[in-house]
């Protein structure tokens, strides 16, 4: 789908630098979902923001929710080589279906 | 971990031949989902199920059909495959009630040769 659209599609970087994906939506997102998936395995649910200007974290990972909801950043500090994989953006656009719109996602390698 | 089962989990057919893969869960879910993911196309919903017979197109459906006859299983038939169904096969789960959030299955890599 267009609807959601990631960048960048990939990103190489050396273990402890910093790094920031973005996912950016067409239209005002109800829900914004952040995933990972390993090479060969399904998706592990990171992250979910639905309010405008909604910043969560976990370990190193920060996502944020822009206030005019349709765009949203995955940041990485001091990137490590277990941080490796896809990462996918999803998105629900309310209404009574429940469904997700995923990004193309970003494949992220980290150099040791 | 949710308790989410594909099988198979690979599976090599020929052009014209049916296909029905299928996804199992012990979550008592009230969506289910099947995705395919491709390169450079992402993840993309074919079907999605909001309840036992209760079926909808998603992104992607044509050339695919759905059936959720309990609860616990959701199956996806491909009727005739072809070489563009290629493709690594994602079901997934979601309580529903304002909770889109998905849980996925470990895949099932489909080849049609």
């Known amino acids: 789908s267009q609807e959601l659209e990631q960048s960048p599609q990939s990103l190489i970087v050396q273990e402890g630098k910093n790094l920031t994906i973005n996912c950016t939506s067409s239209k005002t997102l109800y829900g914004l979902y952040w995933y990972k998936q390993k090479y060969g395995e399904g998706l592990i649910f990171l992250m979910m923001l639905q309010k405008g200007g909604e910043e969560k974290s976990h370990e190193k990972i920060t996502a944020k929710l822009d206030e005019k909801k349709q765009q949203s950043s995955l940041h990485i500090t001091a990137s490590q080589p277990s941080h490796a994989g896809i990462y996918l953006c999803?998105?629900?656009?309310?209404?009574?279906?429940?469904?997700?719109?995923f990004g193309t996602g970003t494949l992220l390698a980290v150099q040791p | 971990d949710a308790g989410i089962t594909q099988s198979p989990r690979h599976k090599v057919t020929e052009t014209g031949t049916p296909v029905t893969l299928r996804c199992h869960q012990t979550e008592n879910h009230r969506y289910m989902y099947w995705y395919r993911q491709d390169p450079g196309h992402g993840l993309r919903l074919i079907h999605y199920?909001?309840?036992?017979?209760?079926?909808d197109k998603g992104e992607v459906s044509d050339g695919y059909s759905v059936s959720r006859s309990k609860t616990e299983d959701f199956l996806l038939t491909l009727e005739s495959a072809t070489s563009s169904q290629t493709s690594v096969y994602f079901c997934?789960?979601?309580?529903?009630?304002?909770?889109?959030?998905?849980?996925f299955g470990s895949g099932t890599q489909l080849s049609v040769l």
């Open positions: 199920s909001y309840g036992v017979k209760d079926t």
């Open positions: 997934a789960i979601s309580q529903g009630q304002g909770d889109e959030k998905l849980f």
């Open positions: 999803g998105a629900g656009y309310g209404g009574a279906t429940n469904k997700l719109i």
